[in-house]
Structure formats: structure tokens, C-alpha cells
């Protein structure tokens, strides 16, 4: 057994992690105009790829490799900033690999799995006895060492992470349909009428688009797959599929790896993928006990630390007071004789005075005019909104405008505020 003959720590470190963040995330609009989806702003300090790094780190993972793709320079960037303190005398690595003609000269990633193929060479150079499969896409914590140790433990040739779901929740996700063992059956992807899990009729498992390998058998799939004119070179469609029926893969539901503040914590995992569910996650922070734990010292959230100044509030007058209520202010913010409620303000933005902010996720360095009046919005990086603008409060207007989701949340960035003063 793993547990026994092998302790978690001892298959950690014969573990590489390898981070698939190369994807755009078009749900999220705007937001990704400039930067991949795992490079998006999360939580105040950190990117929505540190979630999955920190986990690998929290884990015991010591080599870890990130392959890129659009727009990589912000994701870039902030990895080589906040990731280098892994040390090759250490027995550490981090590798940042965009893609780059290695295999063909005209040839960019062409799926997940291809990401992975075209890199085999830098892997197998570090010698893992496993390699982890991530996607640097979500908001979660998990000690992936558990899912190690089941995967030995059960013989696997691939361990898949799964989400347990409300059934008919699952038809949008890769579902398994697993035996009393955990070994998985089949695999549907988006089906209508996905199957439940044994014992829990209400309940499905849904892919999380994390897998776990030995190397060696991990290179004869990604081998074999590469030749096959007929595969899209993905993992959820091609490789999985392949092995749930020609060999033996086993699900490993996250209810046995979350990493929670308290053990009736709920099982805290999102995929932020449209600008509601991304203003809704971040939101959610502002609450009394937020179901993610940003403050738990045993599992930190590593990131990119900028050196700032504090926050600072400012002005005591009548409807002229920096204050900020249920709220996230992150350094070299300042309020000045701006109210603020229930509201996450990342590094560096400037409220002025007058100005009323509520439920409103503000990206770095925004600044937000005299008597402004905003509710329900995402603003992006660096805007600069005019004074005494009003948003949350005229739906068609806020349509007409900027981008409004259907359940009522504005993105604001600086060309549509650019073309806003320019009509005017």
C-alpha cells in the first residue's frame, strides 16, 4: 500500500506537476482580451493560476512545468516574478513552456494533450516516476498527495480528479460512470442524462480536467496518440476515453483531497469562467465565512507579492468618509471620502471622494472618479472611471454602454469608457 510502504512525501517528490494554462477563456470577454484565463486577477492579490501551483507547492511538488500559449506575457510575467524561488540545487524546477515549434515549425499546441506531447522530452529530463496533470484554470485547494497515494494503491494507469455534482448539474462536464471500486465504467461527455454515482442516485462525478500518470506509460499514450490522424490530442476527448476502455482508470473524488478550514466547510470548487460566475466568486470572499479560506496559514495561496504601501482611508464628513464595509482592500489602495460596501478592491485602485461603490470587483490600479455611483461591476485593470458616472441602476443603459451579463453585472474596461467619452 502507498500509504504504508510509501508515505505520500516520498511519491510527491517523484512527482512533476504539469500546468495546462495556455487557454483564452472567451466567457470571460473583455477580461481576457489581454491575457490568458489562468492570468486573470483573483482575490485580491493573486491569478487564478496560483490556485494550482500553490496546491503543488502545499503538496510537496517540487518540479513543476507551465505550458503557455495565448497571450502568455502577463501569465508570463507574473510566474517569473512570484515563481522563482524554486532552486535547482534543491532538486526543484519551474518551467515556463510556451509553445514553440518544437515538434513542428508550424505547429502550435494543438489540444491538451498535444501540450503535453511536445514537451515529453524536457519532462522525462527531470526523471519523475508520476507526472500530475493540471489545468490552471480553477479556484480550489487540494492536497494532490492523496490523490497519489489512492492511484498507487489502486494499481491505476491514469487516476482522474472528479467532482461529485447534482446529477443534472453534470451535463455540461465529462462525467464517469465508476464501479463500487472507484474504477471508472465509462465516460460521457456532456450527456443528458448523466449516470450516478454508486449509492448516491443524485449525485454524478464530473471530470476536473486533472490526471495522474507514470511516466513511462503516460509517453506510450501520448505517443500513440500523436499518430492517430484521427485525434483531436486532448485529454477529456481523446485519451481518457481511450483508457477507461483499454485500461484500467480510476476516479478520485475531491470530497477526499479538499483542503478545508473546518471539517463542515463546504467543498469549495469553481470554475470563474464567465464574467458572473468570476464577479460571484470573488464576491463571495466579502462574506463572514467565505467558503474559501484565504487566511489559513496551512495552506497559503503563493502569488506574485508587490511591494505596496497600506490601504488608506481618508476624510470624516458627512457623505465625504473613506470607510469600507464587508469588504476586501488590498495595499496602496485609497479611499478618499469613498464608501464602500461589500465590495473586493485589488492592489493600488483610488476611490475618490463622494463616490459609492457596492459588490464591485475593481482590478489594479483602477481609479474611480469624484460622485460615482457603481453596483453589481467587474472594472479592469488600469480604468480610470469619469467622475459622477452611475452604474447598477439603469439596465438598458449599462447595456447600451458596457458589457451587462444576464444576471445583471457590468464589465467596464478603458476602450469603453474611451468611446463613452468620446460620444459624449
Not at 499518430?227 to 478520485?252: M, T
Not at 496551512?298 to 490601504?311: S, V
Not at 469624484?370 to 485593470?381: A, F, H, M, Q, S
Request: net charge negative.
Amino acid at each position: 500500500m502507498a500509504t504504508q510502504d510509501r508515505p505520500t512525501a516520498a511519491l510527491t517528490r517523484q512527482t512533476m506537476a504539469y500546468v495546462l494554462a495556455g487557454g483564452r477563456g472567451s466567457r470571460l470577454k473583455e477580461l481576457t482580451d489581454k491575457r490568458a484565463k489562468p492570468a486573470v486577477y483573483f482575490a485580491g492579490k493573486s491569478r487564478i493560476i496560483d490556485f494550482a501551483l500553490s496546491n503543488a507547492i502545499n503538496s510537496g511538488i517540487r518540479r513543476i512545468g507551465v505550458a503557455t500559449q495565448y497571450k502568455a506575457h502577463s501569465l508570463i510575467r507574473h510566474m517569473q516574478r512570484g515563481w522563482n524561488f524554486l532552486r535547482a540545487e534543491r532538486n526543484e524546477s519551474f518551467d515556463i513552456l510556451p509553445a514553440s515549434q518544437r515538434v513542428s515549425e508550424s505547429q502550435w499546441y494543438l489540444g491538451t494533450a498535444d501540450a503535453v506531447y511536445q514537451n515529453i522530452d524536457i519532462i522525462r529530463s527531470y526523471g519523475p516516476e508520476f507526472v500530475l496533470v493540471l489545468a490552471g484554470d480553477h479556484i480550489y485547494k487540494m492536497d494532490y498527495g492523496l490523490m497519489l497515494a489512492q492511484h498507487v494503491d489502486a494499481g491505476a494507469d491514469v487516476t482522474v480528479g472528479c467532482l461529485e455534482v447534482p446529477r443534472m448539474e453534470a451535463t455540461g462536464f465529462g462525467v464517469m460512470a465508476v464501479d463500487g471500486k472507484d474504477q471508472i465504467v465509462d465516460f460521457l461527455e456532456k450527456p443528458a442524462d448523466p449516470p450516478a454515482m454508486p449509492g448516491k442516485p443524485d449525485v454524478a462525478l464530473a471530470s476536473m480536467g486533472i490526471y495522474v500518470f507514470e511516466l513511462d506509460f503516460l509517453c506510450e499514450q501520448l505517443v500513440r496518440d500523436a499518430s492517430d490522424p484521427d485525434s483531436s490530442h486532448d485529454f477529456g476527448k481523446d485519451i481518457i476515453p481511450y483508457l477507461v476502455k483499454n485500461a484500467k482508470a480510476v476516479a478520485h473524488s475531491l470530497t477526499k483531497s479538499c483542503v478545508k478550514s473546518s471539517s463542515d466547510a463546504e467543498i469549495y470548487w469553481r470554475d470563474v469562467g464567465t464574467v458572473d460566475a468570476y464577479w460571484e466568486a470573488n464576491i463571495d470572499l466579502t462574506d463572514f465565512l467565505p467558503a474559501l479560506d484565504l487566511y489559513d496559514h496551512n495552506w497559503p495561496i503563493w502569488t506574485y507579492a508587490e511591494i505596496t504601501p497600506p490601504a488608506k482611508f481618508i476624510h470624516d464628513e458627512k457623505n465625504r468618509r473613506g470607510s469600507a464595509t464587508s469588504s476586501l482592500v488590498s495595499g496602496g489602495c485609497i479611499l478618499s471620502g469613498s464608501k464602500v460596501d461589500r465590495s473586493l478592491l485589488f492592489t493600488g485602485v483610488k476611490a475618490h471622494s463622494y463616490s459609492q461603490l457596492a459588490q464591485v470587483v475593481a482590478l489594479p490600479y483602477v481609479e474611480i472618479g469624484r460622485g460615482t455611483d457603481l453596483e453589481n461591476v467587474v472594472i479592469d485593470r488600469g480604468v480610470k472611471i469619469p467622475p459622477g458616472l452611475v452604474v447598477g441602476k439603469d439596465p438598458e443603459e449599462d447595456a447600451r454602454r458596457f458589457r451587462r451579463t444576464e444576471k445583471g453585472v457590468t464589465l467596464i474596461t478603458q476602450p469603453m469608457i474611451d468611446r463613452l467619452e468620446s460620444d459624449a
